[in-house]
């Protein structure tokens, strides 16, 4: 039986200057739940310019970097004493660009989940992940949950995303671990205590015209039915397998609520994210070349593009960030 991520043992929260820490908050909430371990890390990123800076203050560049780490160091310190006086933790400030150097810091101390504030780029009403989320998303190899300045760090309504068309894929056994793994993942940061976990399949029938086109039968339209319901027939036996399978690891809580609509991915979920009030959306992302039926690259990028909610995005048992490859 394939399982899923397991509990936290080691978070990492990027750490942010705004007043509201709700990156922080988050983490700390899952932490003391499951027990893990808590990590912050700031970035520094040096100017294009760094050198035109040096030369006009009259400063050495590396003089200028060690004093902006300083700066950074005491301004997260600030935050984190102010968010959670009576906690110390353990503070990284990294120089570089900030998506490596939170890769980096994952695989060099065996964090196995991060929390981050979103970037949106754009306004309120369109929430679309900044560079630094983007590459996170797509790369960095252990979970990584994107929230919103206004978002609850105990989610109530999760929305979790899945891809039944098992017999369809080039690679179903990993398919369906990810499956597992994207309703686990759900499961575990689902905080409040009536928290619930709907359980998303966006599917359709392709060959529906086809069979319209090419019966050979009297009546085309029965022949279509048939082939309709038989697929969603399918979808349910894979539902209710997966959802057994879940309800096995985790006991009666949270409550898993199955929900198949019938359309593409890019819109079901995010229509049934608004639908539902989801507080997060958590689904796959980032599969291996050659796997058929899992959110990769472009679709991905534009589901999440379209929700205005926090994201959770899970990947493959396995996969490996082309950022540490060597």
Same mark, same amino acid.
């Given at each position: ?10 978070? @990492? ?23 893990? %371990? @808590? ?16 030369? !006009? ?35 990284? +400030? ?33 929430? !679309? ?34 891809? !039944? ?57 029965? %022949? ?31 409550? @898993? ?23 997060? +959306? +958590? ?6 070349? /050659?796997? %058929? /039926? ?11 593009? %379209? ?20």
């Amino acid at each position: 039986m394939t399982t899923g991520p397991g509990k936290p043992r080691k978070i @990492l929260v990027v750490a942010d200057t705004s007043e509201v820490q709700i990156a922080l908050q988050s983490a700390l909430t899952l932490a003391e739940r499951h027990g893990a %371990s @808590l990590e912050v890390i700031a970035c520094v990123d040096p100017p294009r310019d760094l050198s035109i800076l040096s030369r !006009l203050s009259g400063e050495d560049p590396d003089r200028l970097i060690e004093e902006a780490v300083e700066h950074t160091r005491k301004e997260i310190r600030a935050r984190l004493d102010a968010t959670a006086p009576d906690r110390r933790f353990n503070l990284s +400030v990294a120089v570089g660009k900030a998506y490596l150097e939170i890769i980096r810091h994952v695989a060099r101390t065996e964090c196995d989940f991060v929390v981050k504030k979103a970037e949106p780029l754009s306004g309120i009403d369109r929430f !679309l992940f900044a560079s630094t989320d983007q590459h996170l998303l797509r790369k960095c190899p252990c979970p990584v949950w994107l929230q919103t300045p206004t978002a609850s760090s105990a989610p109530r309504r999760i929305l979790a995303a899945v891809d !039944l068309d098992i017999r369809d894929a080039a690679e179903p056994e990993t398919l369906a671990a990810l499956n597992r793994r994207v309703v686990d993942a759900a499961c575990m940061v689902a905080g409040a205590p009536d928290a619930e976990v709907i359980v998303l399949h966006a599917w359709d029938a392709i060959g529906e015209g086809m069979i319209w086109t090419f019966s050979g039968g009297s009546d085309p339209r029965m %022949s279509a039915d048939r082939y309709v319901n038989e697929i969603l027939d399918t979808r349910h036996e894979a539902m209710n397998r997966l959802l057994a399978q879940v309800r096995t690891g985790i006991g009666p809580e949270p409550r @898993l609520v199955p929900r198949l609509v019938r359309g593409a991915p890019e819109t079901i979920i995010h229509e049934q994210s608004r639908q539902v009030a989801a507080d997060l +959306v +958590v689904m796959g992302t980032v599969a291996r070349t /050659g796997l %058929s /039926g899992v959110f990769i690259g472009n679709t991905a990028e534009n589901i999440i593009n %379209s929700l205005d909610c926090p994201i959770l995005a899970v990947k493959p048992e396995g996969f490996a960030s082309p950022l540490l490859a060597g």
